[in-house]
């Protein structure tokens, strides 16, 4: 088994289908999203490929180290930038088809009129190892 991250983003990835802004939906829209959301979270906790999943809020920062004994350098939040990861699921598979697989079902959860979305997931697997390097 191999964990992969499946990353939705809200800005930044090539748009998908049915590309209306969730802030544009309806409250019934929203909820049919997020019930299909739920019901794939589920589905996947059943064959124990779903490790955890969660909806972020779009407010954040950039943190760094500034030294030692000098308090964490903050910059942000960002709410404007051009990329806005708005949740993400990790999941436990056997392959790399098999993650890419349940990327395209999660595509395809409902959105405004009810139609599926396709948007695009990044599809992102753990590093198992370190890197090599070679010279």
Do not use: C
Not at 8 to 25: E, I, L, S
Not at 31 to 39: G, Q
């Amino acid at each position: 088994m191999a964990k992969h991250l499946l990353l939705k983003h809200y800005r930044g990835a090539p748009a998908g289908v049915n590309d209306v802004p969730m802030d544009r939906w309806t409250p019934d829209e929203v909820t049919a999203h997020l019930r299909y959301m739920d019901e794939f979270a589920d589905r996947l906790r059943q064959t124990g490929e779903y490790v955890d999943g969660q909806a972020l809020s779009p407010g954040g920062a950039w943190v760094r180290y500034d030294g030692e004994g000098r308090p964490p350098v903050t910059d942000g939040p960002f709410a404007e930038t051009k990329d806005l990861v708005a949740g993400w699921m990790v999941i436990d598979v056997d392959s790399w088809d098999r993650a890419v697989e349940l990327a395209g079902e999660l595509s395809a959860a409902p959105g405004a009129g009810g139609k599926p979305i396709h948007e695009w997931l990044e599809v992102r697997p753990f590093l198992t190892a370190p890197p090599t390097v070679t010279e």
